[in-house]
């Protein structure tokens, strides 16, 4: 798989963790159905499911993200940032219905999960405005979209929380990577 492919497959990825946090965020929403005379939180489960959905759609952006990135100016950034990132969300894929944020599970992974994908999202938010490989407008989001919007669930409250925030967010990473997927690649000029 080439270079400008793998950054596609990571703008894909991108965009299908953005609309999964949308889902999920519209998930909240709703209330308890019936299925067959059986009082079942489907709700729970499409969440569940558009969470795990969600993660793995993570992991290709962030490889695509690390394939963009590897060789430019900030590199190492983008490399740390990659890779505490993807271990983050490694460790959020074992337990993909905890927030500990909201207090449903205060278990050891989901609160490396949250540190590390904090610190590595904000790394790669920084290497990928310093690097310049994407719009400014997908760098901010990463440096400050991803990392803070968990931190936002009381000011979002009864709207969809701040999946919604994530969900945007995502689709606006996945769109500059998929598009720069196309353009050919060239090294930076810029030294560290």
């Given amino acids: 798989m080439s270079s400008s492919e793998l950054i596609r497959w990571g703008g894909i990825g991108a965009i299908v963790t953005?609309?999964?946090?949308?889902?999920?965020?519209?998930?909240?929403?709703?209330e308890l159905i019936h299925v067959e005379g059986i009082v079942v939180p489907a709700y729970a489960v499409v969440s569940v499911v558009a969470a795990v959905v969600a993660q793995l759609g993570k992991l290709v952006a962030i490889a695509g993200l690390y394939t963009l990135l590897r060789g430019r100016y900030?590199?190492?950034?983008?490399?740390v940032g990659s890779?505490?990132?993807f271990v983050g969300t490694l460790f959020s894929l074992m337990h993909p219905?905890?927030?500990p944020l909201e207090g449903n599970d205060f278990s050891v992974f989901s609160i490396l999960a949250l540190m590390l994908t904090f610190v590595?999202?904000?790394?790669?938010?920084?290497a990928t405005m310093e690097a310049r490989v994407l719009p400014?407008?997908?760098g901010v989001p990463f440096f400050l979209g991803v990392p803070f919007a968990p931190f936002?669930?009381?000011a979002f409250e009864g709207i969809g929380g701040p999946e919604i925030i994530l969900g945007v967010v995502w689709v606006l990473v996945g769109y500059?990577?998929?598009s720069s997927g196309d353009a050919p690649t060239q090294q930076s000029t810029r030294v560290s």
């Fill in 18 to 30: 953005g609309v999964m946090y949308a889902v999920r965020g519209g998930m909240i929403q709703l």
């Fill in 74 to 79: 900030a590199w190492q950034y983008g490399t």
């Fill in 83 to 85: 890779l505490t990132a």
């Fill in 97 to 99: 219905g905890a927030d």
């Fill in 120 to 126: 590595g999202f904000l790394l790669l938010g920084y």
């Fill in 136 to 138: 400014w407008w997908c």
């Fill in 152 to 154: 936002l669930t009381p």
């Fill in 176 to 178: 500059g990577l998929f």
